[in-house]
C-alpha cells in the first residue's frame, strides 16, 4: 500500500478516521493523502444552480474555504512531521468529491469515519460512507 486516502469533515469519527490511518501508515511506509470536502447549504435552489456569481452562495462558500482551512491545519498538528501526507480541500457534494479525489490521487485504500457532521444516523453508517464504501474502486476502511 503506497498511498492512503483519509476522508475528513471535523467530526469524531473522521479524527478517529484520521489516527487510524496514520498507524496504518506508520506501519507500512505509505503517503497519507487528506482530503476534505464540504458543502454549501442543503438548499436544492443553490446546489442544483451552483451559480458561484451568486453572492449568497460566494458568501458561504468563503465561509467553507475558512472552515476547510482549519479542519486541514488540525490535521496537520494532529499527524505531525512524522507521517507523509499531502492534503487537500474542496467544496461540493461529499460522496462524488470523495470518490473522485481519492481516484486521481492514485490511493490504494480508502480510510474515513462511519458517521460525519450531518447528524443523519442510518442504521449502521453514515449517508457519505455508505455511499463510498458501494461506488468506490479501491478497499474502504470504515473506523467507528
Given at each position: 500500500m503506497k498511498k492512503i486516502f483519509?476522508?475528513?469533515?471535523?467530526?469524531?469519527?473522521?479524527?478517529?478516521a484520521l489516527d487510524y490511518a496514520a498507524e496504518l501508515a506508520k506501519g507500512m511506509n505509505s503517503t497519507l493523502f487528506v482530503y476534505s470536502a464540504l458543502?454549501?447549504?442543503?438548499?436544492?435552489?443553490?446546489?442544483?444552480?451552483?451559480?458561484?456569481?451568486?453572492?449568497?452562495l460566494a458568501s458561504e462558500v468563503s465561509g467553507l474555504d475558512d472552515l476547510g482551512d482549519k479542519i486541514l491545519a488540525q490535521a496537520k498538528d494532529r499527524l505531525g512531521p512524522a507521517i507523509k501526507a499531502?492534503?487537500?480541500?474542496?467544496?461540493?457534494?461529499?460522496?462524488?468529491?470523495i470518490l473522485a479525489a481519492a481516484?486521481?490521487?492514485?490511493?490504494?485504500?480508502?480510510?474515513?469515519?462511519?458517521?460525519?457532521?450531518?447528524?443523519?444516523?442510518?442504521?449502521?453508517?453514515g449517508s457519505v460512507s455508505n455511499h463510498i464504501v458501494h461506488y468506490a474502486k479501491v478497499p474502504v476502511v470504515i473506523v467507528k
Open positions: 483519509v476522508a475528513i469533515d471535523g467530526s469524531e469519527h473522521a479524527w478517529k458543502k454549501p447549504s442543503d438548499s436544492g435552489a443553490l446546489l442544483a444552480m451552483y451559480d458561484m456569481d451568486d453572492p449568497l499531502e492534503f487537500k480541500y474542496e467544496v461540493g457534494y461529499p460522496p462524488e468529491m481516484e486521481k490521487s492514485g490511493a490504494d485504500t480508502i480510510v474515513m469515519g462511519s458517521r460525519g457532521l450531518s447528524g443523519i444516523k442510518e442504521l449502521l453508517l
